[in-house]
């Protein structure tokens, strides 16, 4: 489990002091999400310690499985009334002719995976979850990302060089792949890189202050 602590000067003013007295947890594993969270300058803390069974129910649709997976991981995480504990949770996927694009399982997949997506449009949605003991909120936020044309060459290159296998569709916006690659974005990019952290910060502003006793 690690902390986030941000060193900053003690400003009069916090766009997130309603956060302060809350115990900030990101439940996630993702290096990315954790340098999204960190832009908005939140104190928290990172822990993954509680998995849950990704198993989507039949017939769910395809953008309802980012957000339905974020509130599964919410409530999986034990919380008790007066906690003070704010649990933040989300998953990525990417959407193709309809068909769901998770993490691939191994090279060959992210390879196969690139394939498919390079000369075409598709669709990522993040699903984000912000719960506390006594409420609970989910959003999504949906980008379309189009994807320049790439030969086997080119997608191998970047799959050798950079393993996306972390990575929903395979492939990292950040990274060699999005530089060369990606022709354009409709939507925002920190969702294409797991964290739709505007729609998150505007959530997080209307959580009320804490009563500490």
């Not at 957000?67 to 991981?73: E, F, G, I, N, T």
């Not at 997949?109 to 909120?137: F, H, I």
């Not at 060089?161 to 409709?186: H, M, V």
């Amino acid at each position: 489990m690690r902390h986030f602590k941000q060193q900053l000067p003690d400003p009069l003013f916090h766009p997130l002091d309603n956060l302060r007295g809350y115990d900030v947890i990101l439940a996630s594993g993702s290096p990315r999400r954790r340098e999204l969270l960190a832009m908005l300058d939140v104190d928290f803390r990172v822990d993954t310690s509680h998995s849950v069974d990704e198993t989507v129910p039949e017939g769910l649709p395809v953008e309802e499985v980012a957000p339905y997976l974020s509130r599964l991981k919410a409530m999986a995480y034990p919380l008790t009334e007066g906690d003070g504990k704010l649990v933040i949770t989300a998953d990525t996927v990417v959407i193709i002719d309809g068909k769901v694009l998770g993490k691939p399982v191994d090279e060959a997949d992210a390879r196969s995976m690139l394939m498919e997506l390079q000369g075409r449009t598709q669709k990522v949605v993040t699903g984000v979850t912000v719960r506390t003991a006594e409420d609970m909120t989910t959003f999504s936020a949906e980008s379309e990302v189009e994807f320049a044309p790439l030969t086997e060459e080119e997608i191998a290159y970047y799959v050798d060089r950079y393993r996306p296998l972390d990575k929903a569709g395979a492939y990292g916006i950040q990274e060699w792949i999005g530089a060369a690659g990606i022709k354009g974005i409709n939507g925002s990019f920190y969702n294409v890189m797991g964290l739709p952290v505007q729609r998150l910060y505007s959530l997080l502003k209307t959580i009320g202050h804490r009563c500490q006793a």
